[in-house]
């Protein structure tokens, strides 16, 4: 039986090789009922594209440079099904592993991080972020991406969401690998002018 999940994979047409390879085939180990492409567009712009095609009563934005565990996005429906009668819990998120390929190095983290995100807290959130982008969200719950955020755009999502009267569920398993293969968006956008934007739109 398929996962419930329409799964939307902002993907970049340099990355074919290592999406064919890799990142692909472990989202088609998940067995989710639809996956979405869309193609080289700004990555907030084809993610708000792909949710406007899901079908399913689950969302999961994965990047084209992540590999998922088998049994990731089973265990993130089960984690929000299990609160299925709190009308609050938006989403399910967990821990990830990431992972830099020589010569990157990801400017805190170095070449490998285990990120631990631990329980959720509103205040915690908005001291600063600690859900990935590859989380499981209710479709019906999803308030778009904004495409004016470059860098922090899941930081900003959460945040949207929560003011919406939405929180999350931590699953305590690291569930995929995000890998850094070439120059991400993070190499562009200064850290504290991403942070004074996303700050002063939240008015934290």
């Known amino acids: ?17 290592w999406w064919v390879k890799f990142g692909l085939p472990s989202i088609e180990a998940n067995d989710p009922e639809q996956i979405i492409q869309v ?4 990555t907030n712009v084809a993610r708000n594209e792909g949710a406007a095609q899901a079908t399913q009563p689950y969302l999961f934005f994965c990047d084209d440079d992540t590999i998922l565990a088998r ?8 984690a929000i099904e299990l609160n299925g009668v709190i009308p609050h819990i938006g989403y399910a998120y967990c ?19 285990t990120h631990i995100a631990g329980e959720f807290e ?14 499981l969200i209710r479709r019906e719950c999803f308030p778009g991406f904004d495409p004016e955020i470059m860098r922090l755009q899941d930081w900003d999502l959460f945040l949207t969401m929560m003011e919406k009267g939405y929180t999350g569920t931590y699953v305590r398993e690291t569930l995929f690998y995000a890998f850094q293969i ?20 939240h008015g934290i």
């Not at 509103?122 to 989380?135: C, I, P, W, Y």
Request: aromatic share 6%; glycine share 6%; with cysteine.
């Open 1 to 17: 039986m398929k996962v419930p999940v329409s799964v939307i994979v902002p993907r970049l047409s340099k990355r074919g090789s």
């Open 39 to 42: 193609i080289d567009k700004p």
């Open 71 to 78: 049994n990731c996005l089973a265990q993130l429906v089960e």
């Open 95 to 113: 821990n990830y592993t990431f992972l830099a390929l020589p010569p990157f190095r990801h400017e805190a983290w170095g070449s490998a991080h």
């Open 122 to 135: 509103a205040q915690r959130l908005k001291g600063g972020n600690f859900v990935s982008t590859m989380s």
């Open 182 to 201: 070439d120059q991400g968006i993070s190499s562009t956008v200064p850290l504290d002018e991403a942070l004074s934007k996303v700050k002063r739109k």
